[in-house]
């Protein structure tokens, strides 16, 4: 299995940037898919996870309301559409896939099979 991300770049406070992540080597529509970020001297921190089909979804508290996560399983990607970018949105951003869905858990890192290799977002102030 492949994950690649992009989109990320240089943002002003309260613009927009739209993440994708390309998965291959395996049936995309199997995965649950999730969003991770890590800002420099901090701890891998969940963002977003979507459902197999993208019926559900769900968000870390400080990028709710602002984030958007939906997926094509036409196109095998996962997206993070990042609306009001702040500063403390600064970090690596990182896709991760796993087959099995155990709710309590699909926050935590450790739970994810696979990764992408991320990309930096930075939010300037």
């Known amino acids: 299995v492949q994950l690649q991300a992009s989109g990320g770049g240089l943002v002003q406070a309260g613009g927009s940037l739209r993440l994708s992540c390309v998965f291959s080597?395996?049936?995309?529509?199997?995965?649950?898919m999730a969003w991770f970020r890590q800002a420099p001297g901090k701890e891998r921190e969940f963002v977003s996870v979507?459902?197999?089909?993208?019926?559900?979804?769900y968000y870390a508290d400080s990028v709710k309301g602002r984030f958007t996560i939906s997926r094509d399983n036409a196109k095998n990607t996962v997206y993070l559409q990042m609306n009001s970018l702040k500063p403390e949105d600064t970090a690596v951003y990182s896709c991760?896939?796993?087959?099995?869905?155990?709710?309590?858990?699909?926050?935590?890192?450790?739970?994810?099979?696979?990764w992408g290799q991320g990309t930096q977002v930075t939010v300037s102030s």
């Open positions: 979507i459902t197999f089909s993208g019926k559900n979804t």
């Open positions: 080597g395996r049936a995309f529509s199997t995965f649950a």
């Open positions: 991760a896939g796993v087959q099995s869905w155990r709710a309590s858990i699909m926050m935590t890192p450790a739970t994810y099979e696979y």
